[in-house]
């Protein structure tokens, strides 16, 4: 596609609840990122792809948070037991390969952990 | 660990003043250093970058951003703002070989009144 998509744009679930969250990277990008931003705040790195593979996953804040990226194209961030200090924009980036200068994001999803 | 520090949260200026936003970053490896602008109902789009050279840096727009490397620090700047810049910056800094791994400033909001 032309750009970053991410599915869904907003998810409201209640507290316990388990979600995924959708990124569809730009065609022909081999790496793959997630961040999360909360209010007032900068994006902080979550979770690094190389293909198929979580190349560093430094960023993810406990094991209640996973992602994979089976085909080395989409990928998918998993939420298990959400938490009300879940909610965020969850933004994906991705780029040619991890040397490329130039990440591109998508407009990200807007979870609300209730 | 590295930081990036943005030390204006909220800026309002009149169109036609020049702007000028600061951020420094604690790490003291080589660093690429970017800034990305986020419009309001938009993705982040990346409005220049430093890597290497010349440490003034032009990007799109009419912004230009100066690395200090004694200083730690890559402001952005623009010499006559227009009611249209009014978005949300970002600083953003990622070591060598990893160009998507970033660590974002908190973000400045900038305001341009007509």
């Known amino acids: 596609g032309a750009g970053v998509s991410q599915t869904p744009s907003n998810k409201v679930t209640e507290k316990g609840k388990y979600v995924e969250l959708r990124c569809d990277p730009i065609s022909g990008h081999t790496a793959l990122y997630w961040y999360r931003q909360s209010l007032g705040q900068g994006p902080e790195f979550l979770i690094y792809f190389q293909g198929t593979g979580a190349a560093d996953d430094s960023g993810l804040p406990n094991d209640r948070f996973f992602a994979v990226r089976p085909e080395g194209s989409v990928s998918t961030l998993k939420i298990q037991r959400t938490e009300r200090g879940d909610s965020a924009v969850y933004l994906c980036?991705?780029?040619?390969?991890?040397?490329?200068?130039?990440?591109?994001f998508g407009q990200g999803t807007r979870l609300t952990v209730v | 660990a590295q930081s990036v520090s943005q030390h204006n949260h909220h800026v309002i200026l009149s169109e036609a003043a020049s702007l000028e936003l600061g951020c420094n970053y604690s790490y003291g490896g080589t660093v690429n250093l970017f800034w990305y602008v986020q419009y309001p109902g938009q993705h982040l789009q990346l409005l220049l970058k430093?890597?290497?050279?010349?440490?003034l840096v032009k990007g799109i727009k009419g912004f230009e951003a100066e690395f200090i490397k004694s200083k730690f620090s890559f402001n952005l700047r623009k010499p006559s703002v227009q009611w249209s810049d009014t978005a949300e910056y970002f600083c953003?800094?990622?070591?060598?070989?990893?160009?998507?791994?970033?660590?974002f400033g908190q973000g400045t909001t900038l305001q341009v009144k007509p």
């Open positions: 430093y890597f290497s050279g010349d440490p």
């Open positions: 953003a800094v990622t070591r060598s070989g990893n160009t998507g791994k970033l660590i």
């Open positions: 980036a991705s780029s040619r390969d991890r040397t490329d200068t130039e990440a591109f």
